[in-house]
């Protein structure tokens, strides 16, 4: 009975692995009326974009605030449209902005989905704390997405 | 003259009697406007979704804050699509949760309507108090949604 | 250029005169890509619908406490879908749901638009006040809305 | 046991009786703490304080708009200071302002007590029904207060 | 280092036990900055408070209205003064207005803790989802306050 | 992958070149999914917008505010519709209302783009800081909205 | 009777003439509850302030955008403890951070005075539309605070 | 002439160096009007916190659930109450919480210092961008707050 429209789940987080392309597949595969929101997953486009666009920069830092700015538009619209925000941790860099997008979505009162490996577990706890859910596995969070949009 | 668009309803509340039913057949003899959003109601997979989905608890406590959680992201969600929220109590179990999404409601400003037997009046009076109306049958229900929604 | 979607005006306020067939008629005529809200105009209706839904009062007190809850099921979901709202004051009736509507809005930060002839000025100073335009026809309106929604 | 601090209680609406000074008393003789905030209640220095302070206008529409916006620098910085509204509905003049700011208080998600007599209350119902409370003398209202506040 | 300043805390729930009074006590023997926030925690006294001030009801559902609506404009006051709002639990009465409240704290984003037997873990699962820490008793409550206060 | 949906962008500002149009061109030819919204440009029709509407005014103060008024029925709407602000300044003319405008969005949190030459730049800082990125012509603009919706 | 507490006044713009000293003689001689907010003064501490602390820059640009940045945590701050904000515009200098704090301010729903002398009045017409006054000298500022805070 | 009352200054992150000393002493030897707010930074009395106060846990994600939980008790609280947030990054761990509550700060509107040394630059580069400064040490930061707050 329930029709509960399209939702808008953005994936934000690592772009070094294949997790949005399996969420991206269980979704389509189970027929979810899912409509997926990502950052720029191209590494070195995102990094340049800044110069790439407004012009170079010899100092890193305002290299980096350039690009970040244009990859900003993106992500703080992206945060603002989602119904349900989904953030993956790598074991691999930093990923500081994932964390950043978590807090910012928390705030927004989004609710918030984390998906990482067992051993991040405490280095991500009060990530882990502001989440409804953590999953391990990008089927996991394609459940969790069935379970919520079911009609 | 208007033309006052679909309106989403949330049906909260209740999940052991036919109430919802009564009001989507309500809704579709009467032509109106209203997409209905409800929550998992089918009681055993809403209770055990937690575990099912992310993997099995030891402790009660922890079962159930796992299946709370991923529930949360379809209620949380729902009640920010919601124009309007209904919410359901019967004479059986607590139903807090039915109370703690007729509060969150309330705080986003979104109108509630409530629907239970005379008897429970003198209990729910802060809940009521909220509401734009108390109403006692899914008939009742559908009734302010004409008004509500008429063109 | 300029594509500017679908506006929503809601039409608030006096329900004894044709003012806002008037605004159908010019908007209609104008082309204008306007969706009009509107209360319950069938002022009867519009009072008996809380003992005609929920039962009877003694009280003339409750008899009103109900049909108003109801009708604002309607209209605090209409002030929050309208993109803009006109108010329309009348020289019968003091019409304080009119400027308890108008404070609403101007609350949420919806643009306002009064209409109310030119005697009412010093009463309604404070509305006014608040107000983006005060007209004094229905025709001013529609070209109020014209020029904003122009492409 | 509980300290519930200093509440701000605003009183808004009619300035042609002596409501306001009873309400004080109350207080002041009860020991409540609560702190007042009122509009300028002398009503020609209110009227006029727009032209006095910046220059005399030919037009009563623009006189009535300079003082309606000297006066909303008062009522909507107190409206926002307020923890709690009360607003007075005389049996003379529209009021419309009181209605706007009772609509205002309430987007705000203040709570509101009004306070008028018993024949205005059709009229009134719209904004008596988005009320906690409807007073009909001012000794009600402290009764209220103290009961809000008690500690 | 930190100054953390006086925090404001709510004490929302039963209001048939001592509860309340232990916090109280473990509080003043920590010496913690906190200042409490209570309702009405005289059963009879807020029962009758809308008609002990506002006039009789012949109605239950008005009587109960009446006194919820006096009582709401203290405690939707406390909850928007409170940081941190502690909701307690006991094994009587449905308490609807505990897990409202809990709602209502929950969409404002003050941060929530529960108090409640572990009998009623299951009952309470969403409720306790929403909140930061669940505690068994009054002991456990303070300690939390003490770690969040401590400078 | 992702579905981005349409995008609304604002475009803010000057209104003496055809830097509109540029943005305009280069996203169809792009493909862009970006819906553009835009104020009156007709310099003439946007001043004299509020003596043509609303009858005329011997004060030059009062025709601008009649003005201003029905200008910002469109704007404020505009703003609250875009998902991203893009705000233009020439070297003519002193465009208060563009930085107005700017600032409008920044408080609601859209992301904001600041187009100009270089030789404005420090008399643009407080705005530019508040940008996540500030284009010298309209190509760059249409560069980062392309980044922006990439699927 | 009203005790309307301390008002923050935030006085924005202009930083090259002796308004803000004007008003502060006026409220101290007035004897207004009054405390005033103010950006930094000293033009040059302002400009360089960001390559002061933080280091030297070899472009303009980000000279500029380190500076804007350290007072933006100062202005952005005072814009959000203000009660009310004055703007004022002078004839030198384009002071587009002045309207922009205007429109921030606007957005925040904070009452608005701007000052000005006359002949900017067709510039600034949008930034004095969305003000609840007008004033041409830093006097009038000090009546209309004085109207505005009167007990 | 500006009294910019006292500021609210939460110190989030790295707790295994004396940066919180160091911004504290130059704050005292400054005489800033500055409150320090923090959050534990006994990193084993965080850690353990939710665990020594509401019973021992078998799963390491559920000790560390608990303690996270107690822990944004205080953390969320001293977020809202700050006027402006200083986020300290360190080159050991990975600091995800630290990423978190800017994110959260950022989308509250709070202004957002950053410190961090240069190789940090790159990995943090959309925390910066959020930022309205970012500081190598805890005097540049002092001289921030210095700026910020003068008189």
Chains 1, 2, 3, 4, 5, 6, 7, 8 share one sequence.
Do not use: C
Request: no cysteine.
């Amino acid at each position: 009975m329930p029709e509960n429209g399209t939702w808008n789940v953005y994936l934000s987080g690592e772009i070094h692995s294949d997790w949005r392309e399996r969420i991206a597949d269980g979704i389509r595969e189970a027929g979810l009326n899912v409509g997926l929101l990502a950052p720029v997953t191209d590494h070195g486009a995102s990094d340049d974009v800044g110069v790439d666009i407004l012009g170079p920069e010899e100092s890193g830092f305002w290299k980096d605030h350039k690009g970040a700015g244009v990859n900003a538009v993106r992500t703080q619209t992206l945060l603002r449209k989602a119904d349900v925000v989904v953030v993956r941790f790598g074991d691999k860099y930093r990923q500081w902005n994932a964390a950043f997008e978590a807090g910012y979505a928390a705030a927004l009162g989004k609710p918030l989905v984390t998906l990482h490996d067992a051993e991040l577990t405490h280095a991500l706890k009060e990530v882990d704390r502001a989440a409804m859910a953590t999953a391990e596995t990008p089927e996991q969070v394609v459940e969790i997405l069935r379970s919520a949009t079911a009609r």
